[in-house]
Each structure stands twice: as C-alpha cells, then as structure tokens.
C-alpha cells in the first residue's frame, strides 16, 4: 500500500513539474511572414532596402527586420560573429574562406545569390562643367598620376564596397593616393560635400541618387550632377550615365552586383524576405528604383499565328 502511495505521488509532482519544464524550454521560431530578424546592410543600399522592408512590413505586420545600416566590411563582420545576425545584403557573395569558415563553425552553408544590379554613380557639383569621365582618368587622378586639386570623395576609406570596387576594377593594382581622396562617413554626406564644393567629385551608389521619381532625391539632384562615363563597348555612343537601361546592358562600366548572404537553415522570416526580393514585388521595388532587376521584365514582341490548324 505504502508503495502504491509512493508511487501515486512521484507521479503526481511529474505530471506537475513537466509541464512547467516544456513551458520553459519552449522557443517560438519566426516563420518567413512573422517574428523579428536582424540583418545588416551595405549603406550604399539603404534607400532602396528602407522601401523593401516598408512594402514587406506593411503587408506582413506580424514581420520585424530590423535593419543596421554601415559599411560591408562591417556587415561581414556581423555575419561572421554576431549570432543574433542572420542574413546581410551586400555587393558580393561569399569567398570560398567564408564559406568553410560557417560549414566548420555551423555545419552548412549560408546560401547567398544576386537580387539585383547596382552602379557606382560619378557626381560633381551643380555648378560643374566638368561632367566626362573615363576610366583613365579616375584611375589616374586616384593614383596621383594626374596632379589635381580636386578632391575625389568616397563614403569611408578603409571598409565600403565603394572604394573596394574602386580600387579592384578601376585602380587595378595601382596605389591609392590618399593625399587625393578624402573620407566621409555616409553617401547622403558625400552627397552633401559635394552640393557645397565646386571643386570635388563624389563617388556614391546609385541608388541614393539615381531615382527621379524620389521627391528627395529631386532634390539632391539640384545641387549635385551625376556625370558621363566613357562606354568602352558602344558603337552609338560616346558616355553613357548611369540610368536603368545602361546598367542593364553593362554599357556603363561601373556596375556591380547587389546580393544577399542568409544564414538561416530553415524556412524562417529571412527566407520570407529574400524570396520576396527575388520574386516579382520585390523586383519591381528594384526597377522603381532604378536599379537592375535581376527578373527580366521587358515586353518581347512574339509573332502569333492566326492561321487555325487543319483538322
């Protein structure tokens, strides 16, 4: 009898204690239309992510991602060794180095793919006349090899996609003449640098400045002029400037990629938000802001047989 008691009250105080302990150790996961996540993103792309995150928000309100905007070093960084980071959006995707580094630390790969097209606009004061640019030029006014008094402004020296696309593509392997550039810490301060110095050219994305459809960006450009670069592969045309057909086609040469690096292993609300940039809205947020779509949203002519088939 004493031990069926035992017994009766071992069982009891589990049945009570279990469920406190399930309680407690239970973690509600987000799903790709719900919960919170934190990404980091390139500055240069603030603008036009501040508007993605807006529309998915906006129709998913059970959805936060809270945004960190700053150079892409930087967000590397974050996604390395912050682990509340999941997903960054940058201009690269990883390197085969950072790619072993997350399959040793977490035992699979972030998957990271290009959502859009971006370039590098070239900006002078309004006041300028000085509006053709061609890659030799920047490169040798960079290096020192043309002795200016122009100032060549960059948004930091040290971690943007900026000046390390600058100096991959352009400089070549030439040295940066850091008594020609000068550093501010955002696009919007270039931009404003450069509304105030007559003498000085901007170097900034073209999503801060390329919108004519943007009241702010209308604005900006009544102190700033974005500037002509030389088409090197254009039979028709001499400089092109960075609009949404000349990034498309690649006739202006400084173009880059936009992408993303998620490090989520599951279908969680990161996986919610890089399908809804990939797919059609998100898309359309792109080309809106005149950027590159990675969707191919142009109208083909297509000839249709109106001939009924025999029977």
């Not at 898309?283 to 001939?307: C, E, H, S, W």
Request: with cysteine; proline share 4%; charged share 25%.
């Amino acid at each position: 009898m004493r031990g069926a008691l035992n017994f009766f009250i071992v069982s009891y105080i589990i049945i009570l204690l279990v469920p406190g302990c399930r309680a407690k150790n239970i973690t509600v996961a987000d799903s790709p239309l719900s919960g919170t996540i934190n990404i980091s993103v390139d500055e240069s792309f603030r603008p036009v992510i501040e508007e993605q995150i807006k529309v998915y928000e906006s129709s998913y309100p059970d959805a936060h991602i809270i945004a960190s905007y700053k150079p892409e070093a930087e967000c590397i960084k974050d996604l390395l060794f912050d682990s509340a980071n999941r997903m960054v959006i940058i201009t690269r995707g990883l390197t085969g180095k950072e790619d072993k580094f997350f399959f040793d630390s977490l035992n699979f790969r972030p998957a990271w793919n290009a959502v859009a097209t971006d370039a590098i606009a070239i900006i002078v004061n309004a006041g300028s006349s000085d509006t053709l640019f061609t890659l030799e030029r920047l490169r040798d006014q960079l290096s020192g090899v043309i002795k200016s008094d122009q100032k060549i402004v960059f948004d930091g020296l040290s971690t943007t996609s900026t000046l390390r696309f600058i100096t991959d593509s352009v400089l070549k392997g030439s040295k940066l003449d850091t008594t020609v550039v000068k550093a501010k810490k955002t696009s919007k301060e270039v931009i404003d640098f450069i509304s105030e110095d007559k003498n000085a050219i901007g170097l900034v994305g073209i999503s801060w400045i390329g919108n004519p459809e943007d009241s702010a960006q209308l604005s900006m450009l009544k102190k700033v002029k974005i500037a002509y670069v030389k088409c090197s592969i254009c039979s028709d045309i001499a400089f092109v400037k960075p609009i949404q057909e000349s990034i498309l086609s690649k006739r202006y040469p400084l173009v880059r990629g936009l992408y993303y690096v998620l490090k989520e292993n599951y279908n969680g609300l990161g996986s919610g938000f890089i399908n809804f940039l990939k797919l059609e809205r998100g898309q359309l947020i792109f080309k809106r802001a005149y950027l590159g779509p990675v969707m191919d949203f142009r109208v083909r002519n297509i000839k249709i047989n109106q001939t009924l088939p025999k029977n």
